[in-house]
């Protein structure tokens, strides 16, 4: 409720926090073994292709509030780049239904968004709002350390890597939703 009395920054960023949630309650479902395997991977695929568009809304969200959405060359930029990695996506997860294979896309757009744009320009404007800031990068971080454990925690330890991750998720979503609040 709180983002919907704010400016349309803020709409980016509850895009993101709500679609992230959604991404990984359908995953949290994909990954359940009693399913079969289609629905399974059908189910990670839906999830896949939402947690592109939450990643999108960060980046646009974080574009935003530094001005740099003002520019049509990096409007275009930043959607080409979902175009990119959703022609992607759909690519490996029609080659390779349900597999870590079939996230790659999500886990490079998510660094492409998160780090590699949203870290640096809140990194870079740390000044501006301090306390937000290294809030938001928090949580960045906490979605990293989910992303390394989804992808290199191997399988048989007792726990499963995408559970661990999910958690992590929910945890790095509440970080971030403290750090949105705080900006200005």
Partial sequence: ???IHKPKLAHDFAWFLTTTAVSALIGAFGHLEILPLQTQAILLFCSRVINLISFYYFGRGTLHQFGWLDSGQIKHGHNAILVLASVWLVYLNVLYPGTKLG?????TY???EML?????LFIKNVKQNTAAHKTILIGIGIILVSAVIFKAMP???GLKPSDIS???????LIVL???FVKLK
């Fill in 1 to 3: 409720m709180y983002f």
């Fill in 155 to 157: 399988q048989g330890l």
């Fill in 110 to 112: 998510g660094i492409i």
């Fill in 166 to 172: 999910h958690v992590l998720v929910a945890q790095s």
């Fill in 116 to 120: 590699l744009i949203s870290g640096f």
């Fill in 103 to 107: 996230f790659r896309p999500v886990m």
């Fill in 177 to 179: 939703s403290k750090g």
